[in-house]
Structure formats: structure tokens, C-alpha cells
């Protein structure tokens, strides 16, 4: 059987680093790697409203920038099914049926979940859609008889929850849903980039991002000013790796051909750390060094998108078009699974 993958991200602002390390680099690798027919991509604009209900316009005017960064990265929509979530309305239906097979207690468990609750905020008052959108997850993965799902470290409990909801499914109904596997991208520091202030993750609520949009000014100004070691005052002083993001970020980024480029007199990461640690190199430096790596990772990211932003009706087009070829599939599997849960009453009369 050949592997069918599926990814997404909610469309509630521009692309950041974060989803570049931690998932959107590897898509397009897989993608260009030959050896998948079937890829999508989903901008889950229906998850995003679930915490953003009061906020339409954001949504809306983020699936735009959304599919910008997406190609500006390297999707290209000739071997990548780029879609919107809500132009499937099957994805609804089937989140309906699988919401019987889950129970509230374990939806509570789901440690994503739960740390989404906290940071925001919403204590007893937990949207309903909001507290499902695993399920609907499920739904979106399943649609599509995905087999691998490339996501970041914190999206692992839902690609656990959705294999649980398909064997519950097939025990049930009969064998019909295929259980997916989540694909983590990289190592430890790609999938869970923390924030510019050293905080866990980056994330756009925290406002700690470096934007795949921002100018390469910005992006420096960024990096000069990033949170280190605090206890590293002067140059001389010993400092820490662990906790530091610079060095989180280079452990994401950075490759021995650029030092070669840009910091001939060490070999390789080990030996700029051993210095940090031992005491004797500033952070300005370091910082110099990561700002040189990262301007020449979105350089070309950003010149494509900028020719982009100039052809949206063609933009619209591929998402239209991702949209209608997506919907096909879905309404297949939809089929499947109202035959399996014995609701398809007048195929072929069935219930006479
Ligand atoms: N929850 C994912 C995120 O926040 C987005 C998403 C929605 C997704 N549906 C998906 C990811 C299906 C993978 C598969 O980034």
C-alpha cells in the first residue's frame, strides 16, 4: 500500500519559523522526494474557529497568507493537494459519527488539549467545538486515507487520540478507516522551536515569532535582540546552552557548511558550544552567526512569496481547484463509512 499524507495549520496569521522547522520544510521535501502520489495539505480554517469564533475576519484573511507562505516555501500545487478545510463539508459529517466513539473523559486527558485550555484561559468555559476539535482532526486525517501525518512534537496526542477513534470505528462498524501515523520532522529542536524569549513556543499569541514574511531587517533586529543565558554578563563568564534558544536555533538550523561560510574558526556546533561553555565568547557573535544562517534560509522564501502576493487569482485558483479534487475523495470515504455504520438506506434500496 502506498503511503497518502496529510498535514495542515490553522490559518490565524502568518507562517512563523516554528511551523518552518518543525513541519513545513520536511513537507516539501517529501513532496519533492518522488515518492508519495497523494499529498495534502489543509489550511483548517474550521479548527481555528473554534477558539476564534468571534473573529472571522481573522481566519479569512489568513488563509491568503497562509497559502502565500506555503508556496513561497516550495508547495507546489501540481504535486500537492492544497485545500480548505471548510469547502468539505464531509469533514463535519464524519466528525458527528466519531464523536460517539470518544468519551469526555478521554477528550480531558488529551495533554494538548488540556495545555491549550490553560493558555487560554478558558477554565470552565470550554467551547464545545473547541474542546472536539480532536475528533474533527480525526475526521481530516481519515478523509483522506491518510497513512502519515508530519507534524510537530505537540500534535502527537492527536495523531494518538485519531488511531484510537479508527480502531474504535473498525471494532465497531468493520474494518473501513486506516490508521494513521504521526512523522516527526527532524531532531529534538525542530519539532518544538521555542520563542525568541526563550519561552517553550513559538507561537504568534506569545508574540515571539520570526515570520517566513518578515524583512531581513526585521528578522536581524529579531535575533539581536533574543533572550540568552541571563547569567551570562560578560564575555568571559561560562554560559549555558541548555534553555538558550540561539543555540535551540542552531541546533535546528545550522549545518558545518556554515561555519565554512560564516565562522571559519570552529568546525562544528559541538566546538562553538564548548566555548560558550567554557567562557571566553559573547553572544553578539553567536548571534551574528545564527542572523547570517537564518537571512540565507528565507531569503529565497521570501523573494518567491513576493512574486506570489502579485498573482492572488492565482492563488484563489489552486485553492479552489486543491478544494474540489479534495472534496472527491472525501465524499468516497464518507460513502464507505455510512455503508459501514448502516445509514446509506436507499443505496441500492438496502433498507427494503
Ligand atoms: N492541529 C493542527 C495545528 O494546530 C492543524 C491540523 C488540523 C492538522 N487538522 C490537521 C494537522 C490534520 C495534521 C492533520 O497545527
Not at 31 to 49: E, R, T, V
Not at 75 to 86: C, N, R, S, V, Y
Not at 311 to 323: A, E, F, H, T
Amino acid at each position: 500500500m502506498k503511503d497518502v499524507i496529510l498535514t495542515g495549520d490553522r490559518p490565524t496569521g502568518k507562517l512563523h519559523l516554528g511551523h518552518y522547522v518543525g513541519s513545513l520544510r520536511k513537507r516539501v521535501e517529501l513532496q519533492n522526494s518522488g515518492l508519495y502520489n497523494d499529498i495534502y495539505i489543509m489550511i483548517a480554517d474550521a479548527q481555528a474557529l473554534t477558539d476564534n469564533a468571534d473573529n472571522p475576519d481573522k481566519i479569512r484573511t489568513s488563509i491568503l497568507n497562509v497559502a502565500l507562505d506555503y508556496l513561497a516555501c516550495g508547495i507546489d500545487p501540481t504535486k500537492t493537494t492544497l485545500f480548505i478545510q471548510t469547502q468539505i463539508p464531509e469533514l463535519t459529517e464524519l466528525t458527528f459519527y466519531y464523536m460517539n466513539l470518544v468519551t469526555i473523559a478521554r477528550l480531558q486527558r488529551n495533554p494538548t488539549v488540556k495545555s491549550e485550555i490553560q493558555l487560554r484561559k478558558f477554565d470552565k468555559s470550554i467551547p464545545v467545538g473547541f474542546f472536539c476539535y480532536p475528533i474533527s482532526q480525526t475526521a481530516d486525517i481519515t478523509a483522506f486515507n491518510a497513512t502519515l501525518v508530519p507534524v510537530g512534537e505537540d500534535q502527537l496526542p492527536m495523531i494518538e487520540q485519531a488511531r484510537e477513534i479508527v480502531r474504535s470505528f473498525n471494532l465497531t462498524y468493520g474494518e473501513t478507516l486506516i490508521e494513521p501515523k504521526a512523522m516527526l520532522s527532524g531532531n529534538q529542536a525542530c519539532s518544538r522551536l521555542p520563542g525568541l524569549d526563550g519561552k517553550s513556543k513559538m507561537s504568534k499569541s506569545l508574540g515571539n515569532c520570526i515570520f517566513l514574511s518578515d524583512t531581513s531587517e526585521t528578522i536581524k533586529n529579531k535575533i539581536m535582540n533574543m533572550f540568552t543565558d541571563p547569567e551570562h554578563l560578560k564575555v568571559e563568564d561560562p554560559g549555558h546552552i541548555e534553555n538558550n534558544p540561539v543555540f535551540t536555533y542552531l541546533d535546528a538550523f545550522c549545518t558545518t557548511e556554515h561555519f565554512q561560510s560564516f565562522l571559519p574558526e570552529y568546525a562544528h556546533l559541538e566546538e562553538l558550544k564548548a566555548h560558550y561553555q567554557r567562557g571566553g565568547l559573547g553572544d553578539v557573535k553567536i548571534k551574528k552567526f545564527l542572523n547570517n544562517i537564518i537571512q540565507e534560509e528565507l531569503e529565497p522564501i521570501r523573494t518567491r512569496r513576493i512574486k506570489f502576493e502579485n498573482d492572488i487569482p492565482y492563488i484563489l485558483d489552486v485553492l479552489k481547484q486543491g478544494s474540489l479534487n479534495a472534496r472527491e475523495t472525501a465524499s468516497q470515504t464518507l460513502s464507505k463509512v455510512r455503508h459501514a455504520m448502516k445509514i446509506d438506506y436507499f443505496h441500492n434500496s438496502s433498507l427494503l
